[in-house]
């Protein structure tokens, strides 16, 4: 064997893959017994390696494969074909990967997202599209159906679509989850005063004075205390408290006249019985 | 004994597909506004702190980045907003997913195209492999190869 | 300032300067022996380069052992010595900063260079005058001169101050702070330095034209030492990140990472494909790209690590051998490209495949889908260095980007890795895999669902999970048969070995997959006595140490973790280090790990700390993991080692 | 072997040969990651909104200073070079009595902290508290100390990372003031 090594490269080489399939069947019957391979494979392993031996022993020089010619124009089609089926899957997946600049369509799971819809659902509202503010916000409580705030705009819709009922029941899953909610609190109590029956009128003004107790910031409450107090109780003194209060609390222009046109009205009404 | 394995195999399948679908239903997008603060934030690297994200790092400017995503999410601002917010205030590199357009998306274009490129390639090999020898033992070659293997 | 440099200490810089021209010279002698002798073909001279080597060992020993000796006494006249150690520095640590910076790194990675080519030396010592294995070394020695000149001239770790400084500037904290520190850099050299063995056989192949098997055959047991090592050492290093570094991760997708990543994949590559070439003679081509590639890559990431090009978190500090690393990886790419376009034509390969679906075509598939891995982790580090030189771009790519790319990849390779032990060579009959694959698919079916109800949920995390189990099935089902045919003796060898190391990677896998996409947190603002739960786990805060350790400020929380006791997490505020460095610390357990830090240093005479909660379910097992591939890849070199053997002895007769 | 495989490998490897080499030489051109120089996207465009009760209770706005230049400083306690260019702030704080204004902003710090910094250091003006980082974000602070200069009419003209001195501030206070005469 030795001489072999020594002799010209080719005869070398030769020589190396007979010593290697040598050692393969060595190796294979070894790791047969070891029980690494089944029967099966190592039959077909075996009499492969045994007829690589053998053919090479032969010293069959040409083993090469006769390279089937090719029609080169079909070959270069299907280089084109996979070139554009590449090219194609790699711009769908950097399309549907990659960073999408501001403005950019379709941002993924973004616009999905319950707090992105309840804000259109509100826009909406603001709008005075009620049934189209329903629909989102019907969508919204679906997939969130615990949200507070969609909740309360959902009471704030159906308020509106004169179904105070269904307005209160939502409000309660507020106010149970979270009973210092003012927003919750204060369209309650607006509902409930608004309704004639003295007993239920009772349970709105004492929904709104809870409301106010908790030192809202916006005006809402106050204006709507006011009016209770007011129209129903009567109470002037309060009122003009209430109104005071809320005009305090940077009301838009249009309610501002208004408040302070009716805060006047109610003092030159007091005047006369303070005196 | 083959009738049994279909049917192993159908009820296999079908627990399988069962359980991947059970799992992808389970899966939900980031809803709430926290969610989404910590999506953003774990995908903007910070800009002075070598490949750590914002949501790991403890450098300054990541507790300023962390602060100000939170504001502005808090705003109801959209995430390609807040991202191309932070990039025009610290440099593009501040986003750890590379953009789709560009030439930045050849970073995703590449490799997919590599990927189809070679199984195409592969197949073909197969294909011009299998055309190999025939490799039928004959017992020529047993006694050609027992006559060698005697020695050792 | 204390004056001390001169009198018994400067002695040890200078033996250490001596250790290494000592290697030098060694290195350069055996490389021109071999080249003389190589080149007027007296195979007999071969044998003198060993004697070079020995030389060349003698010093790498003494220049390490002098570096050590200097950092243990505390020798501040040497300049490493002084910007990297303290007085106060525990022994453990006072070891380990001999790889804790740029010099002493390379000093390592030159002994360890030095270790293996004497391994090779001794066992190949028989059949030195073999031209391939002549050239093999030659080639280990060209890389061992490149290195050794390194510390002789640009990263010289031996250089002296003349006035010794009372004490030193120490590492930086965050290297400091964990014994992992002391063992992963070690673990990770052993590896890649290792790969230089199989590349110089695979250039000794290609120079002296025996393209045949044979030098598969030497080269397996290296290419395994080196594969385990890396293994353990890149699992090491994700451990460190995840007990040290305060996030709860282990895994940045950082550069640095990435770059010890990359020649792990084409190893992992190679050590199956070199499989499909032993067994059916295919592949030559590509197994020794493979190898060249391997060995390329490993100075490459040296270089990302070395020279600047590329920020990190662990990159050492910018210095000046980047121009150098990069002409020595340019040398190793035109070599490499150049021994393939010569030799190309006579690497064709003799076998032949009959059926894709076969165990050949499983080693196929795997190497496709390693090299896409490796191929789109390179591309996500170098892609910034790109797009900033077409266009002045700075763009970055971090982990939505690998996460989306490798996920797929890592999925086919989980599928691939299960079928694989269920196919037989050359081809298989569908009703022969639809027997053997039968269970394991089972088990497969029985993970997910066992999965859903422990709560996982998503595709992709699902779908990874239940092939784990798949892979385990198929495995077990391997192992099983071994050893019911052939006792414990079954689970050795190359194959037994492998299906362990299967199970490993599958547990590894379990682990990634739940820490990845189940974890849970939680921020709390604390006083002592509050509590706080996450993810089902109650923890009290019961009590807060703030004290000074020496000249740093160290917050302790104690937190009470329910069921599992009293953990300590800390911050640390470094008077010589700008922000604050914090000390988390870990709950652990086989089902979830309680991760415990402190999110900022606590204002002065305050009780109120910010405590970060992460839990994160299964991460142990990818510890666990680690061990049982390593556990797997050593039954399966043990066996191996005997064959070699008898084999050299064989031929040697 | 048929010449036409020789030619294949020769053609791959050549291609291989030329985009490895192409990378090295890509690597070779690249010059070393110094970080991110100061380029700001702020120079030029209007000063963002600065104002609030300074630690000194006293309130700033920086819309009230728009006919004189302000330099706002974002600084921290824990930072060295901060340290070290406070007493070039109080100086340039001292000759531009009556046409400037330092405005510091503490950054990655607590009040506490920077209280004690001005009652250590010295210095009299403005001091803001960054609640929800919202400046440092706007100014694209990444590590203290950073300064910007803002002209009168409340443009930011010029942007330093890192220590400056208060001779360098009015290089480009003195440059610019010429150029406006010159006008």
């Known amino acids: 064997m030795k001489e072999c090594t020594q002799s010209s490269s080719g005869g070398a080489k030769l020589t190396e893959e007979q010593e290697f399939l040598l050692r393969s069947l060595d190796d294979l019957e070894k790791e047969h017994s070891n029980g690494d391979l089944d029967d099966n494979e190592y039959e077909t392993l075996r009499n492969d390696y045994t007829h690589r031996l053998a053919t090479l022993t032969r010293s069959l020089a040409g083993f090469e494969t006769p390279s089937p010619s090719q029609n080169s124009r079909r070959y270069l089609w299907w280089i084109g074909v996979i070139a554009v089926v590449g090219i194609a899957a790699g711009y769908a997946v950097a399309q549907s990967s990659g960073l999408r600049a501001p403005g950019e369509p379709l941002s993924g799971e973004i616009d999905r997202s319950p707090r992105n819809r309840l804000a259109s659902a509100q826009s909406l509202f603001f709008a005075n599209d009620l049934e ?17 705030e969609a909740l309360v705009l959902s009471a704030q819709i159906h308020e509106r679509m004169t179904n105070p009922l269904a307005a209160i029941r939502q409000l309660d899953q507020v106010l149970e989850s979270e009973p210092k909610n003012i927003d919750a609190l204060t369209l309650r109590g607006w509902i409930l005063v608004r309704i004639d029956e003295p007993d239920v009128q009772i349970e709105g003004i004492r929904s709104l004075d809870e ?17 209770v107090a007011r129209e129903l109780e009567n ?15 940077d009301p838009p222009d249009a309610m501002r006249a208004e408040l302070t046109r009716i805060i006047e009205e109610m003092s030159s009404e007091l005047q006369p019985t303070a005196e | 004994m083959k009738q049994r394995h279909w049917i192993s195999w159908f009820c296999i399948a079908l627990v399988s597909s069962l359980a991947l679908v059970a799992a992808s239903v389970a899966d939900d997008p980031p809803a709430t506004e926290a969610e989404r603060a910590y999506e953003i934030k774990a995908t903007m690297l910070c800009p002075v702190c070598d490949g750590q994200n914002v949501l790991e790092s403890n450098a300054p400017v990541a507790a300023a980045i962390r602060a100000q995503v939170d504001e502005l999410v808090s705003e109801g601002r959209s995430d390609a907003e807040i991202r191309a917010w932070m990039a025009r205030q610290y440099g593009k590199d501040v986003n750890a997913n590379p953009p789709r357009t560009g030439i930045g998306s050849l970073i995703w274009i590449v490799p997919v195209f590599v990927a189809v490129a070679s199984t195409g390639f592969l197949v073909f090999a197969f294909r011009k492999w299998r055309v190999g020898r025939g490799s039928e033992l004959s017992d020529d070659d047993v006694t050609i190869v027992s006559s060698l293997r005697e020695p050792t | 300032m204390l004056v001390r440099g001169t009198g018994s200490y400067v002695v040890i810089a200078l033996l250490g300067t001596f250790g290494v021209a000592v290697g030098f010279v060694g290195a350069i002698g055996g490389v021109m022996t071999l080249v003389s002798s190589l080149a007027s073909k007296r195979e007999e001279h071969h044998r003198r380069a060993i004697t070079w080597v020995f030389v060349m060992a003698g010093g790498c020993v003494l220049a390490v052992t002098a570096m050590e000796i200097g950092l243990l006494r505390d020798d501040f006249s040497m300049q490493y010595v002084a910007a990297n150690s303290t007085r106060a520095t525990p022994v453990l640590y ?18 360890v260079l030095s270790v293996y080519v004497t391994a090779v030396s001794i066992s190949f010592r028989r059949r030195i005058e073999d031209r391939l294995v002549a050239w093999a070394l030659l080639t280990m020695l060209v890389v061992c001169v490149f290195f050794l000149g390194l510390l002789v001239g640009p ?11 009372i004490d030193g500037d120490g590492l930086n904290p965050l290297l400091r702070n964990h014994p992992l520190m002391a063992i992963h850099p070690v673990m990770l050299y052993l590896g890649y330095v290792g790969f230089t063995v199989p590349f110089g056989f695979a250039v000794a192949a290609l120079v002296t034209g025996r393209l045949g098997e044979g030098w598969l055959v030497l080269t397996r047991i290296w290419t395994l030492i080196a594969w385990v090592s890396l293994t353990v050492g890149i699992l090491l290093g994700a451990w460190w990140s995840y007990e040290v570094l305060g996030w709860g991760g282990y895994w940045a997708w950082d550069p640095v990472e990435n770059a010890s990543f990359l020649p792990w994949l084409t190893g992992t590559a190679f050590i199956h494909s070199v499989i499909v070439q032993e067994r059916r003679g295919m592949l030559r081509v590509w197994n020794l790209s493979l190898l060249l590639a391997t060995f390329a890559l490993t100075i490459f990431g040296t270089f990302l690590t070395r020279s600047g090009v590329i920020d990190s978190v662990h990159e050492f500090s910018a210095s000046s051998l980047g121009p150098l690393l990069l002409s020595f990886f340019a040398l190793i790419l035109v070599v490499s490209v150049a021994l393939v376009g010569w030799r190309g034509d006579q690497l064709r390969s003799p076998g032949s495949i009959d059926s894709p679906l076969s165990r050949e075509g499983a080693f196929l598939a795997n ?3 390693f090299t896409l891995f490796a191929f789109v982790v390179l591309l996500g580090t170098v892609f ?16 939505p980007y690998f996460d989306r790319m490798l996920l797929p990849i890592g999925v086919a390779l989980l599928l691939v890795m299960g079928i694989a032990p269920t196919l037989t060579w050359r081809s298989t009959a569908g009703a022969v895999l639809g027997t053997r694959a039968l269970v394991p698919a089972a088990i497969g079916a029985a993970t997910m669902v066992l999965a859903l109800l422990f709560g996982a949920e998503g595709l992709g995390p699902v779908m990874g999970i239940g092939l784990g189990g798949f892979v385990i099935g198929s495995s077990a089902r391997h192992l099983v048969f071994a050893v019911v045919r052939n006792g414990w003796r079954g689970i050795t060898g190359r194959s037994g070995g492998g299906m362990v190391a299967h199970i490993g990677v599958s547990l590894l896998a379990f682990g990634f997959i739940a820490s990845t996409s189940f974890s849970e947190e939680g921020e709390f603002q604390m006083r002592p006595g509050d509590r706080g739960s996450v993810a089902g786990h109650q923890i009290i805060f019961v009590d807060i140490v703030d004290e000074m350790d020496g000249l740093n400020r160290v917050v302790r929380a104690q937190i009470h973790v329910e069921g599992r006791g009293i953990y300590s997490p800390a911050i640390t505020q470094y008077p010589t280090f700008g922000r604050p460095i914090a000390t988390p610390s870990v709950a652990t357990s086989f089902i979830d790990d309680v991760y415990l830090s402190l999110v900022a240093i606590p204002e002065e005479d305050s009780d109120m700390v910010v405590i970060r909660v992460l839990v994160e379910p299964l991460v142990a097992w990818m510890w666990v993991g680690g061990l049982v591939i ?24 | 072997m048929t010449t036409r495989n020789v030619r294949t490998v020769r053609f791959i490897s050549a291609a291989m040969g030329l985009i490895l080499f192409g990378f090295v030489v890509m690597l070779a051109t690249r010059e070393g990651g110094t970080g991110t120089a100061s380029r700001s996207p702020l120079i030029g465009q209007l000063v963002p909104a600065v104002a609030g009760v300074g630690l000194n209770e006293a309130t700033f706005d920086v819309d009230d200073f728009s006919d004189s230049w302000v330099l706002i400083n974002f600084f921290a306690s824990w930072c060295v070079p901060c340290e070290r260019e406070h007493p070039q702030l109080a100086e340039w704080s001292r000759r531009h009595k009556k046409d400037g204004v330092v405005v510091s902003v503490p950054f990655g710090d607590t009040e506490e902290d920077a209280r004690a910094f001005f009652a250590d250091h010295g210095g009299d003006w403005p001091v803001l508290m960054d609640g929800d980082a919202a400046w440092a974000v706007a100014f694209g602070v990444l590590r203290p100390p950073e300064s910007f200069l803002v002209s009168p009419g409340g443009i930011v003209v010029a942007k330093w990372q890192g220590q400056i001195t208060a001779d360098e501030v009015d290089r480009v206070v003195n440059d610019l003031e010429a150029k406006a005469a010159d006008r």
Not at chain 1, 235 to 249: G, K, S
Not at chain 3, 94 to 111: D, H, P, Q
Not at chain 3, 384 to 399: H, K, T
């Open chain 1, 132 to 148: 189209g503010a329903r629909g989102v916000i019907e969508e919204v409580l679906r997939d969130a159906p615990e949200m507070t």
């Open chain 1, 211 to 227: 409301a106010i107790s908790l030192q809202p910031v916006g005006f809402d409450p106050y204006v709507f205390r006011g009016f």
């Open chain 1, 235 to 249: 109470d002037f003194i309060l009122a003009i408290e209430m109104y005071e209060m809320a005009l305090d609390r």
């Open chain 3, 94 to 111: 006072k070891i380990a900063t001999l790889w804790g910076a740029l010099e002493g790194s390379l000093l390592l990675w030159v002994f």
């Open chain 3, 155 to 165: 990263a010289d770790p031996f250089g002296t101050l003349s006035i010794a400084p």
């Open chain 3, 367 to 369: 190497n496709l889908l």
């Open chain 3, 384 to 399: 910034p260095l790109i797009v900033e030189a077409i266009n002045g771009d700075q763009l970055a790519v971090g982990r």
């Open chain 3, 630 to 653: 390593a556990g797997g890849s050593l039954l399966a070199i043990v066996p191996g080692r005997r064959h070699v053997r008898a084999d050299s002895e064989e031929v040697g007769v």
